[in-house]
């Protein structure tokens, strides 16, 4: 629709020219690229407004890669009950393979196995969110990997509520580590940065100041 609004546009302003060059015997004049130029401009904008306005503000991404030992008992119910504890009032979706969300997570889902998604349905952010992936190892020393995604906005709140998920990991998932996805340090115990955290997130009320 856009596209042909543009051409519309660009026609009704280039149309004496244009048939200047027929009555020349020209098929057209180079009067059309302009007309060609408006139809494109009009879908790529409109194309980009509409992404916007359905996906919300562009989002940045974080990443830490996880590890663990073994099966895993934390479900999503205590995981969400931990992050109430600093506050926070989150909804947990479970994902498909194109990381679209699919419904609630039950409670009762273990996050072994599972792809969830947290928001607060209270920030109006478009799709920011975190995005949780463990794996669902079967044996006892069998290693299980795991992948947590902030998707945030500029105020940060998405990427420090994934600060408090890993710590609240490290208290539900036994001998679990974390470290940037692209770090090339070594994995450190996700209980750690429990302590490293203040008990209130300086962003759950809209507050910008950095972690201490």
């Known amino acids: 629709m856009a596209a042909v609004v543009g051409a519309v546009v660009g026609w009704l302003l280039v149309r004496a020219e244009a048939r200047a060059w027929v009555e020349y015997g020209f098929d057209s004049g180079p009067e059309m690229g302009f007309v060609v130029f408006l139809a494109v401009g009009g879908a790529v904008a409109t194309f980009y407004l509409s992404r916007r306005i359905l996906d919300g503000p562009a989002l940045s991404r974080t990443g830490w890669s996880l590890g663990f030992d073994g099966p895993q008992a934390a479900?999503?119910?205590?995981?969400?009950?931990?992050?109430?504890?600093?506050?926070?009032r989150l909804e947990a979706a479970e994902l498909d393979d194109a990381a679209e969300p699919k419904g609630?997570?039950?409670?009762?889902?273990?996050?072994?196995?599972?792809?969830?998604?947290?928001?607060?349905?209270?920030?109006?952010?478009?799709?920011?969110?975190?995005?949780?992936?463990?794996?669902?190892?079967?044996?006892?020393?069998?290693?299980?990997?795991?992948?947590?995604?902030?998707?945030?906005?500029?105020?940060?709140?998405?990427?420090?509520?994934?600060?408090y998920v890993i710590a609240?990991?490290?208290?539900?998932?036994?001998g679990i580590s974390y470290k940037g996805a692209n770090s090339t340090i070594d994995a450190e115990p996700a209980e750690s940065l429990g302590k490293l955290l203040p008990p209130h997130p300086s962003r759950l009320d809209g507050n910008r100041r950095s972690l201490t």
């Open 168 to 174: 609240k990991l490290g208290e539900l998932v036994p």
């Open 75 to 88: 479900t999503v119910g205590q995981l969400l009950d931990a992050l109430k504890a600093h506050g926070y």
């Open 104 to 163: 609630a997570a039950p409670p009762s889902r273990l996050l072994a196995g599972a792809q969830i998604a947290l928001a607060d349905p209270q920030r109006k952010a478009g799709r920011a969110r975190v995005v949780l992936r463990l794996s669902s190892p079967a044996a006892p020393q069998e290693p299980g990997l795991g992948l947590l995604e902030s998707e945030d906005t500029p105020d940060g709140f998405y990427d420090e509520l994934a600060q």
